[in-house]
């Protein structure tokens, strides 16, 4: 396994890959990698001669008051996990160099990106689109792999991939939930082992919303009251920032559940902001 940081090293390589007719597999990442992320790389390994792996703490995708600086870092184990989950190259840029000092340019979906997560972070999503377009470009990817527990993010850069005609086989894969049922995020780690169980107040919101679902009750309201409930029980403390009932490609809100109803929602649970989201109906739960 190769570890690039100069931008213009990737691109040679990328550019030599593509001569000699090699599928190039893209698993954008932030680092700090769980087994999440090491599906991710499981998924491109399928359907690329060559998984590129990027780690790079993306300052444009965080506000100021936002946890940049405390993002947690672990490059070294991060490097190994890579390897045994069969990565090929992993491309850690320095921020000087994706952002230089008179940088001005950048991507933005428009509608997708007022709804949700954009509501509360008017800012992040074009930070996102913006350094996944400059990956793109940099390692010219012909598959680029993403997870659904980050759903809108998802969402989101499809539709970049689409606007901006990248020639990018696009692949959503399924959130990995530890055993009880956690949505794994970097973020968990900022947790004490007390806190821990509180932070299961999302999913078990979730499951409620599926299980009511399942049983018959589809009127969104209804089925956010509960939900509501369920968090306040689980997680005292918590706040909550959204939840949501959408459609799984459009983002329009629904009121009643139908077939492609996606349920998200954003928590604050012990100063730590958690996001997940499930389908509904259709597609096994966390999905
Ligand atoms: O999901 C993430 O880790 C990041 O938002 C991404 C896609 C790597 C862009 O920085």
């Known amino acids: 396994m190769r570890t690039v940081r100069s931008i213009r090293t990737m691109q040679n390589i990328s550019r030599d890959l593509a001569a000699e007719g090699k599928r190039i597999g893209l698993v954008p990442t932030m680092g700090f990698l769980h087994e999440g992320h090491l599906?991710?790389?499981?998924?491109?390994?399928?359907?690329?001669?060559v998984v590129i792996v990027t780690i790079f703490v993306n300052p444009a995708q965080f506000a100021p008051h936002e946890d940049l600086n405390k993002y947690p870092r672990d490059e070294k184990g991060d490097l190994k996990k890579i390897k045994a989950a069969g990565g090929d190259i992993v491309f850690i840029p320095r921020a000087r160099d994706i952002y230089p000092e008179d940088f001005q340019t950048y991507v933005t979906v428009e509608n997708?990106?007022?709804?949700?997560?954009?509501?509360?972070?008017?800012?992040?999503?074009?930070?996102?689109?913006?350094?996944?377009?400059?990956?793109?470009?940099i390692t010219r990817p012909d598959v680029a792999v993403f997870g659904m527990?980050?759903?809108?993010?998802?969402?989101?850069?499809?539709?970049?991939?689409?606007?901006?005609?990248?020639?990018?086989?696009?692949?959503?894969?399924?959130?990995?939930?530890?055993?009880?049922?956690?949505?794994m995020s970097s973020r968990n780690r900022y947790f004490t082992p007390k806190q821990r169980p509180e932070a299961l107040c999302l999913y078990f919101a979730l499951?409620?919303?599926?299980?009511?679902?399942?049983?018959?009750?589809?009127?969104?309201?209804?089925?956010?009251k509960e939900m509501r409930e369920v968090i306040k029980a689980t997680c005292p403390t918590a706040k909550s920032d959204y939840i949501a009932f959408t459609d799984l490609t459009s983002l329009e809100p629904v009121t009643t559940v139908k077939e492609r109803t996606v349920c998200s929602l954003a928590v604050w649970v012990h100063g730590v902001r958690l996001i997940d989201n499930m389908m509904l109906s259709g597609g096994p739960p966390g999905s």
Do not use: C, W
Not at 173 to 179: D, F, G, L, M, V
């Open 39 to 49: 599906s991710l790389i499981g998924r491109a390994r399928r359907h690329a001669d």
């Open 112 to 137: 997708l990106t007022r709804t949700l997560e954009g509501t509360s972070r008017p800012t992040h999503f074009r930070g996102v689109t913006t350094i996944v377009a400059k990956l793109f470009n």
């Open 149 to 183: 527990k980050d759903y809108q993010q998802a969402i989101v850069l499809k539709q970049m991939t689409r606007d901006l005609g990248y020639p990018v086989k696009y692949i959503i894969a399924p959130t990995i939930r530890e055993k009880d049922g956690l949505a």
């Open 207 to 224: 499951r409620t919303a599926r299980e009511m679902v399942t049983a018959g009750i589809k009127g969104t309201a209804r089925i956010e």
